[in-house]
């Protein structure tokens, strides 16, 4: 079954590679979506492939690259892109 879920991702996560490593690990992981930093210093992704590897990537994703420090993800249910692959967006 295939899922989707946007992820709000705060802490010290701009300025540490988070968004290149994060392209690296959906992909390692077969998933789709991209991955943005925000205005206000966050990281927001939109993740969607099959469950347990969405779930790898939310587990990835509270701990980051090396230099990052999560403080907080929000996680919320959203639609599956359609594209199949996944990309880093410009900054919103």
Sequence with gaps: MIIARRLM???RVQGVGYRAS????AERLGLSGWVRNRGDGSVEALIAGPETAVEQFVAWAHR???HAQVAAIEITVTDVPESPTFTVQATL
């Design 64 to 66: 980051g690259p090396t």
């Design 9 to 11: 991702i705060r802490g």
């Design 22 to 25: 994060a392209q690296f690990e």
